[in-house]
Nanobody, 125 residues
Framework: QVQLEESGGGLVQAGGSLRLSCVVS????????MGWFRQTPGKAREFVAG????????YYVDSVKDRFTISRDNAKNTVYLQMNSLKPEDTANYFC??????????????????WGQGTQVTVSS
């Protein structure tokens, strides 16, 4: 069983920054594509960013390009999401996702097999 645990959410003013972390309880962490999704009440889960197994390729939804950066440290079994220039519309519950066989570019959340419990990010105006 693969377990994912997010941390780093919180309340921040518009224009501020946060860094989310997700630790994966799997020795073969480098076998997994990793991603971040977000969800607000009443809306579908949205792909935010993905990173390939080696970290060599990253993917972003257009609304966060040039503001968010996804990275991973395979020695620490951890994936990060650095969020800068935050906007009120970034307010959401952010989820870490992992998949062994799929692509880090896959924006369809139903194809990602493992999920964390989520961490809330609230951006005040």
């Amino acid at each position: 069983q693969v377990q994912l645990e997010e941390s780093g959410g919180g309340l921040v003013q518009a224009g501020g920054s946060l860094r989310l972390s997700c630790v994966v309880s799997r020795r073969t962490f480098s076998d997994y594509a990793m991603g971040w999704f977000r969800q607000t009440p009443g809306k579908a889960r949205e792909f935010v960013a993905g990173i390939s197994r080696t970290g060599g390729r990253t993917y972003y939804v257009d609304s966060v390009k040039d503001r968010f950066t996804i990275s991973r440290d395979n020695a620490k079994n951890t994936v990060y999401l650095q969020m800068n220039s935050l906007k009120p519309e970034d307010t959401a519950n952010y989820f870490c996702a992992a998949d062994r066989d799929g692509s880090a570019a896959d924006r369809d959340g139903s194809r990602w097999h493992y999920w964390g419990q989520g961490t809330q990010v609230t951006v005040s105006s």
